[in-house]
């Protein structure tokens, strides 16, 4: 017979037959209201961070419309929304070439339409050998994926409309001209994009894994702690989807200060340090995924850890979470420098009070990481190394005073 429960088991728990405990009812019922919740946090940051996307595409498509109807008076102005809002869903930072391959794409299908047409006339043979022509011209221009939809599209809209519709070639063509023109005019004058915001937006992710993969790991050396090392390792290794959101939300922001006039002036200064960061930030990545490397290797062979170590480590965390914190603010990344520097002096003390093999590539990985920031802080990459150097020689002085 099935006990309801015994005395002294969790209020959450039933018991079987065999005396082994099952999570009640509350508890799934809870766990499921906590993994919705958690569902419905994440829809909604994904609403908030699309909705001016979808802004601008309302937007665009009805301009598009209007401009089409009212100005050039065409009775039914299709296909120039729809290029609007082909032009604002390409990525931020490939607006601009959306729209040009748009223009080329059309242009490519209109003219092998109009040629076969002309001397094959209609028909479902036709009409696959008009596509896979155009496809093919487009592939020789340009070889664009957009360009190569946009030619087979058009190819197909003039092989099946033009013996119904009179003059669709030109209507198709400034329909394309007007729907891209028309989502550059939405994007950089009506409702510009801010080139920081969209740089803070994507660079929060990517600096928020490298800054808190390197604390872990600090712990990790500090408490000898391997299985906190391995998942920090692991973590980082996952970095291939906040590397490409910064990667292309530095060319959004190079796009938009350079189409908007309203951010103009943004296009030196913190945004254009800000938009170089991705390349240094990626090396920074790599070079720290091998430092948490040794440090596995380093806990697993059982060498010496000096107090310095974690130490070093965890103030090339700090430095990029105060590089992303000046940076989201327009600041000069002063504080971050500082920081990384540093790192590399602590790093100096841990090598000059005793490290393994693991320990020196540690150490090493410390000094060429610290580098790296310092170049996505703004630095040449010869500044940089010059001003570790010399921070690792000032921990070799401090040293030598200390005998």
Request: net charge positive.
């Amino acid at each position: 017979m099935v006990a309801a429960g015994r005395p002294g088991t969790d209020g959450d728990a039933s018991t079987r037959a065999d005396g082994a405990a099952q999570p009640r009812p509350t508890s799934t019922v809870a766990r499921l209201r906590g993994q919705l919740s958690g569902t419905l946090r994440d829809r909604a940051r994904r609403v908030r961070g699309i909705g001016g996307l979808a802004l601008q595409a309302g937007v665009a498509a009805a301009l598009s419309w209007l401009v089409v109807r009212e100005v050039l008076h065409v009775s039914q102005p299709v296909f120039a929304p729809i290029s609007a809002v082909s032009t604002l869903a390409a990525s931020v930072g490939q607006r601009l070439r959306r729209t040009i391959e748009l223009i080329i794409g059309v242009t490519v299908g209109v003219l092998v339409g109009d040629l076969l047409l002309g001397v094959m006339g209609t028909g479902w043979w036709q009409l696959a050998l008009i596509v896979v022509l155009a496809i093919l011209v487009a592939l020789f221009l340009v070889g664009s994926a957009a360009v190569v939809i946009q030619a087979g599209a058009t190819a197909v809209l003039i092989a099946t409309l033009s013996p119904a519709v009179r003059d669709l070639e030109i209507p198709r063509f400034v329909d394309a001209l007007v729907g891209g023109a028309v989502a550059l005019l939405v994007t950089a004058v009506l409702l510009p994009l801010s080139p920081l915001r969209v740089l803070n937006r994507a660079a929060r992710p990517a600096l928020d894994l490298l800054s808190a993969q390197l604390e872990a790991t600090a712990g990790a050396l500090a408490d000898r702690d391997i299985a906190r090392a391995l998942t920090a390792r692991a973590r980082l290794r996952q970095n291939k989807d906040e590397l490409g959101a910064l990667i292309e939300a530095t060319q959004g922001a190079r796009e938009a200060s350079t189409l908007s006039p309203v951010h103009w002036h943004q296009r030196q200064g913190p945004v254009a340090r800000y938009a170089q960061t991705a390349e240094p930030v990626d090396r920074a990545m790599r070079n720290a995924g091998t430092l948490i490397r040794r440090a596995v290797t380093l806990i697993e062979d059982g060498e010496p850890v000096p107090e310095p170590l974690p130490t070093a480590v965890a103030d090339l965390s700090e430095a990029v979470r105060l590089l992303q914190r000046q940076f989201a603010a327009g600041q000069e990344p002063v504080q971050a420098r500082e920081r990384a520097l540093r790192a590399v002096c602590a790093a100096g003390d841990a090598y000059r009070d005793g490290v393994g093999f693991s320990g020196a590539v540690v150490v090493a990985q410390v000094r060429t990481t610290a580098s790296d920031l310092l170049v996505a802080t703004g630095l040449s990459q010869e500044v940089a190394n010059r001003v570790v150097r010399r921070a690792f020689a000032t921990a070799d002085t401090r040293a030598e005073q200390r005998r």
